[in-house]
């Protein structure tokens, strides 16, 4: 099981508080999640493959369209200030 110093200190690296009952119940649910991962570990994968990709994924690959849907004025129009063509924003130091 993992200690109440083990907690805190994941709770701290988390910036969190942790009261005295939560630490206990953390300490409870990552033991038990741990195990899990024991179980999985003892798996015998010897001759298996590893994966890059739980699927067989092809590449989609399409080709880029230009498109000119609207024009500058009409992007433009609901600006609340604008230089020409442009939206116009407060100067950045």
């Known amino acids: 099981m993992i200690d109440k ?3 805190e200190h994941i709770a701290k690296l988390a910036r969190l ?4 009952e939560e630490a ?3 300490s409870l649910q990552l033991a038990k999640a741990l195990a899990h991962f024991e ?7 010897t001759g298996v493959e590893p994966l890059i990709t739980p699927t067989e994924i092809e590449s989609y690959w399409r080709e880029d369209v230009v498109k000119q849907e609207f024009s500058a004025e009409e992007m433009t129009a609901n600006a609340p200030s604008k230089a020409g ?6 100067p950045v130091v």
Request: glycine share 0%; proline share 4%.
């Open 5 to 7: 110093k083990t907690i």
């Open 17 to 20: 508080h942790v009261t005295e």
């Open 24 to 26: 206990q119940e953390y």
């Open 39 to 45: 179980q999985i570990a003892k798996i015998d994968t």
């Open 85 to 90: 063509n442009l939206f116009k924003v407060p």
